[in-house]
Every structure is written in C-alpha cells, then in structure tokens.
C-alpha cells in the first residue's frame, strides 16, 4: 500500500521521474528500513508507546494533538471514548480511556 501511495505521489509531483530513480528511492527506503530493524538493543517506536498507559479523561470526546507543541504534533484527532476498551490515536498511537467517578 505504501509503495502504491508512493508512486501516486510521484506521479502527481511537477518534476519528471523515471522508474530507475523511483527504484533508487524505494530501495534506500528498504536499506533503510533493514538496517533499523537490525538494531535490537533500541526499542520499535510502537513499544515505546505501548509502555505509556492509557490516559484518563473525564468527558467523553478526546481531542490529541500528538504533543503539546505544535511544531511536534500530528493534526487535530478528536477520538470518541464511548467503548469500554482504550481508544487509540491513529497518528500517534496513544491510548485514552474514560474515567468514571461512580
């Protein structure tokens, strides 16, 4: 999927490409890619965000910006917490619970 959206990008871009260098830039994405998932010393960015718990929000509409710059966040996500089980951000992965006072 990601390689199709990429193309598409790059189709709809103003500059000329070609497909040697489309092949250029998907294999230093792949390169890339491996060589970070070698390192097993580092956490994924998903287990760094799966050792935060979940938030605790008294209404029961979450807004998550990703971060409290802006310059750091993601766009606006309003996420609705009417289930029981935690609510995730689809940007960056963070976890809203509602809190109940009963």
């Known amino acids: 999927m990601?390689?199709?959206l990429f193309k598409t990008l790059i189709k709809s871009s103003k500059f000329p490409?070609?497909?040697?260098?489309l092949s250029v830039v998907s294999n230093q994405i792949?390169?890339?890619?491996?060589?970070?998932?070698?390192?097993?010393?580092k956490k994924s960015p998903m287990e760094l965000i799966n050792e935060v718990p979940p938030i605790k929000v008294e209404g029961r509409i979450v807004v998550c910006e990703g971060d409290t710059n802006p310059a750091l966040g993601h766009p606006i996500e309003f996420i609705c917490l009417d289930l029981k089980e935690p609510a995730v951000?689809?940007?960056c992965g963070l976890r809203y619970v509602q809190d109940h006072h009963h």
């Open 2 to 4: 990601a390689s199709s």
């Open 17 to 21: 490409i070609t497909t040697r260098n």
């Open 30 to 41: 792949s390169e890339h890619t491996s060589k970070w998932m070698q390192d097993v010393s």
């Open 89 to 91: 951000c689809k940007y």
